[in-house]
């Protein structure tokens, strides 16, 4: 047994070579051996059939719909999950626990499931269908509905990375600075935010990750219409179903662009708020 | 500018953290809240600061009823214990921290910021962030930002206590010599009685959310109002009812009817002091504080029998049994007597 | 005493507040109002479609054959991935903190691919490597080896990142003293290593168990909705299509059922983990307030 505890001089131990090729192996094939081939397979014929898909109207259609999204629907839920961590963990309330459970249910709830319940609230026959009509808006099979099921499914993610953050810096710094005749509001633009700032930002990039690529919750309500509404995943969707596989490929590589641009950011925040 | 603070209350839930406290704190002194954990001593700073909100009772600086006024309005130099240092701000920013909140010019905060750096020698720092400086250095860094906006009272939160001995022992003389420089009124809060003695010239011993003593080191080393203070501000023996400091103890070996006999248990050389640990008859251990030459002459041995004879002892009618932690016993004399009467302001 | 605390109940709010009371009471009406709005008045609306037709068309509706296949099916594809996943996450974990290999650093960022990654685009990838097309001459799409192989993708990281910042945290002192005291390889990390790591890879597990049991993209054009391969989300997805929505909704109210179990489990894990930390404050007889004004003194 290649023992990797036995070891323990200087502190680096040898992970031992069986463990080494299980653990990286499954790695190699589960995660990066399929990346790797998306991006083969999309550039196999050259830059052009993919950019050609994506500059198309409804590519470039579906992702301005999907940037659209993203930028109502990140800072409403970065406002809401800054306001909720402070009352989390700054006030006291016996309600607590019922806005922390809340907030696990979108993690926990099938994308499809959020879509169902969206589609039934604001369908012909929801609650809020007759005012709604009256006052003329169109919630399902148009952008305020593909919003409110971005911004349902991704509600946690702010609150989750501020909160332990705002615990660990605590209240010492707050009070200091309302001893240097600090307001309240100066105090959470000088001092609370900047101390928060990293824990929000990762929050914010997790969120944004979600929003740009929600596909279950957002293809149930939006009706998947080309040219309307279409977000990016759906447009990969779409094509990869009606087979052309070049503007199914071309979003999918754009998309994971996106997605290796956030793990990035995730990993310099990460270092960042180690720091 | 003096500091009074008038029967103040304050608990947390079921905790009785301030029970009726009142303190006068002249203009220009430096004196040091002592007293164990749990003794409210915090929790009175905080109160003074504004941190904390009383449940009832006043706090007037320089005359003024400040009970009412928030925090940023007290004008108060407030330092944490674990120095609150901005950490996304370099020493700079720390120490201007208050100008600018005051809206002052960039060329005035420069200056000011520059002139307390130098008065607490961290100048040429001034572009480190907190997680580059040494824990002593971070304390001056919080003291500079607290004198920065020239406070009417300077209030400091067990301010050594995260640091080690050498660097506490600097800063003490270095508070002490800053303290008669600036010469405003600042209230330390410290459970190191030698700490408070080397610094304060007024001492309030605090204990379970009351005010047990105040008075000069010495009124509190010579005339403790009870048993708590006696054991809190040093050393002490029980022999019956009567409380001694071990260095009152004296040791001869010629039985009289002054002393008792004791036998010899112990003898501990710390270099040039000696302690000499005792059994009395009854059961009871008692130990002296002699000097390398005394037990010379006195020629004492392990298991030898000797004669101790109580120089200063002294006595507090009524009061409970000594508990050999000193922190945990409630004082006698006046238990009791004040729950009634704290509800009143 | 006790009288004279309790005429002053509002001493028990620990200072200090970083809104004014009333700015706390507005940003909490409105916290709650937001949640209610956004999260639960859908799911208000699924329940009252579950059962708009009564609780016997809804037990009809979640006993169809279809319906009790695709429940089970992806009940025991999850059970089958999580298990995958505790020993592979659990792998990967003990090398990102103990091993040194090249490369180490770009393996513990692509292990947050699958979060960053839209399922779609997963779904994508994986049925192009998997697929009719696979360059290594595989071809698993459309059946049930397709499910496991998705799920695993997407709920990796979840045991990763819970069993890592254990084993960093883990006292290499008790593995020396288990060694010293004569324990080999396997044992140290039978009796010491596995237990403290426990918790996490519990919490981390339900995690990936309420994601799996959920998840629609990744599945969908990899497994796709064959008579073999239908998961109930995607069972839900057939229902919305063909108009059957009080089916779908009862099929969701099952599968929601299913997750808050997991997220109730995962609670009670949490709690669990931090039982021994507990137990050290315990001691004083439970009188947190005073406790936090100890900590202040």
């Known amino acids: 047994m290649s023992s990797s505890v036995g070891n323990h001089a200087g502190g680096s131990t040898t992970g031992g070579w069986g463990l080494r090729v299980l653990g990286l192996g499954y790695i190699a094939v589960l995660l990066v051996a399929p990346l790797i081939l998306l991006f083969y397979k999309t550039f196999e014929e050259g830059l052009a059939p993919p950019f050609e898909a994506i500059t198309s109207s409804d590519g470039l259609h579906a992702l301005k719909l999907t940037l659209i999204t993203v930028a109502i629907a990140v800072p409403i839920n970065t406002v809401f999950g800054i306001i909720c961590s402070l009352l989390l963990v700054r006030h006291k309330w016996k309600g607590n626990w019922l806005i922390d459970a809340a907030l696990n249910l979108p993690f926990a709830i099938s994308p499809v499931v959020i879509g169902l319940s969206l589609f039934l609230l604001y369908g012909k026959h929801g609650w809020l269908e007759p005012g709604l009509a009256e006052a003329g808006i169109k919630v399902l099979f148009s952008t305020p509905g593909i919003v409110l099921a971005c911004i349902f499914v991704s509600v946690p993610f702010v609150v989750r990375e501020t909160v332990p953050v705002l615990q660990e810096i605590g209240t010492e710094q707050e009070q200091a600075a309302e001893t240097l005749g600090a307001g309240p509001w100066q105090t959470f633009w000088r001092v609370t935010l900047p101390a928060i700032r990293w824990g929000v930002a990762y929050g914010v990039v997790l969120c944004t990750a979600r929003v740009l690529g929600e596909f279950g919750a957002v293809s149930v309500v939006s009706g998947n219409i080309s040219g309307e509404t279409q977000t990016l995943p759906l447009f990969v969707e779409k094509n990869y179903q009606n087979f052309n596989l070049p503007g199914a490929f071309g979003a999918a590589v754009l998309l994971a662009l996106l997605a290796l641009a956030v793990l990035m950011a995730m990993n310099l925040l990460k270092r960042k708020e180690a720091a | ?345 | 005493m006790e009288a004279h605390a309790a005429q002053h109940p509002a001493a028990t709010r620990s200072r200090p507040l970083r809104l004014p009371r009333v700015g706390a009471g507005l940003g909490r009406g409105l916290v709650v109002l937001w949640l209610s709005v956004i999260v639960l008045l859908p799911l208000a609306a699924l329940l009252d479609e579950s059962l708009s037709q009564g609780l016997a068309h809804f037990w009809s509706q979640v006993t169809t054959p279809q319906a009790k296949s695709a429940l089970a099916l992806i009940l025991v594809c999850s059970l089958i991935v999580v298990a995958i996943n505790a020993v592979f996450g659990t792998i990967v974990a003990w090398l990102l903190v103990r091993d040194d290999f090249p490369g180490k650093s770009f393996v513990n960022a692509i292990i947050d691919l699958p979060f960053a990654l839209p399922t779609i685009v997963a779904s994508l990838i994986l049925i192009e490597l998997w697929g009719k097309n696979s360059p290594v001459g595989i071809d698993i799409a459309l059946s049930r080896t397709a499910i496991v192989v998705a799920l695993c993708f997407v709920t990796l990281p979840f045991v990763v990142r819970a069993v890592q910042p254990l084993l960093m945290e883990m006292d290499r002192d008790m593995e020396e003293a288990a060694a010293s005291l004569g324990a080999g390889g396997l044992t140290v990390f039978r009796r010491i290593i596995f237990p403290n790591l426990l918790p996490g890879l519990a919490a981390g597990v339900a995690l990936a168990f309420a994601r799996a049991l959920g998840e629609y993209g990744s599945v969908l054009l990899f497994a796709g909705g064959t008579k073999n391969t239908t998961v109930a989300s995607i069972l839900i997805g057939q229902q919305i299509e063909s108009g059957n929505e009080s089916g779908a909704a009862a099929i969701s109210i099952v599968l929601l059922a299913m997750a808050l179990v997991c997220l109730f489990l995962i609670t009670l894990i949490q709690r669990w983990g931090t039982r021994h930390e507990r137990a050290q404050g315990a001691g004083a007889g439970g009188l947190v307030v005073a406790a936090e004004d100890e900590e202040r003194e």
Do not use: C
Not at chain 2, 37 to 58: H, M, N, P, Q, Y
Not at chain 2, 139 to 152: F, K
Not at chain 2, 249 to 267: G, K, L, N
């Open chain 2, 1 to 345: 500018m003096g500091i009074s603070v008038e029967g103040a209350n304050k608990s947390f839930g079921d905790f009785q953290a301030l029970d009726d406290v009142s303190i006068e704190v002249p203009d220009g002194s430096l004196t040091a809240l002592l007293g164990p954990s749990g003794s409210g001593k915090s929790t009175l700073l905080r109160a003074i600061a504004g941190l904390e909100t009383l449940d009832s009772g006043r706090v007037l600086i320089d005359g003024e009823d400040v009970s009412k006024k928030p925090t940023q309005k007290r004008e108060v130099g407030f330092v944490f214990q674990h120095y609150a240092a901005f950490k996304h701000m370099t020493v700079f920013e720390n120490v201007g921290f208050g100008l600018k909140i005051r809206k002052w010019k960039k060329e005035q905060v420069r200056a000011r910021v520059h002139e307390l750096l130098n008065l607490v020698q961290l100048h040429g720092l001034a572009d480190r962030y907190p997680s580059q400086l040494s824990g002593g250095q971070r304390q001056r860094m919080a003291l500079a930002r607290a004198l920065a906006v020239e406070p009417q009272v300077l209030l400091l939160d067990e301010p050594f206590g995260a640091l080690d001995a050498k660097v506490r022992k600097d800063l003490r003389t270095w508070l002490r010599r800053l303290h008669e420089e600036m010469n405003v009124t600042t209230i330390f809060v410290t459970h190191d009685q030698e700490e408070a003695m080397d610094v304060a010239g007024q001492l309030v011993v605090m204990n379970k959310g009351r005010v047990e003593q105040s008075g000069s080191a010495d009124d509190l080393y010579d005339k403790p109002a009870n048993e708590f203070v006696m054991s809190f501000v040093g050393e002490v023996n029980r022999l019956g009812d009567n409380f001694v400091r071990p260095h009152d103890i004296e040791v001869v070996r010629d039985r009289d009817d002054s002393t008792e006999e004791a036998m010899v248990q112990r003898i501990v050389a710390l270099g040039f002091e000696i302690r000499v640990e005792f059994v009395l008859g009854d059961g009871t251990e008692v130990w002296a504080q002699l000097t390398r030459g005394e037990l010379q002459r006195l020629e004492l041995e392990e298991g030898e029998i000797a004669y101790l004879r109580p120089v200063h002892a002294k006595s507090f009618n009524g009061s409970a049994p000594p508990d050999p932690q000193g922190a945990s016993t409630p004082p006698g004399p006046t238990d009791g007597g004040d729950a009634e009467v704290s509800a009143a302001a």
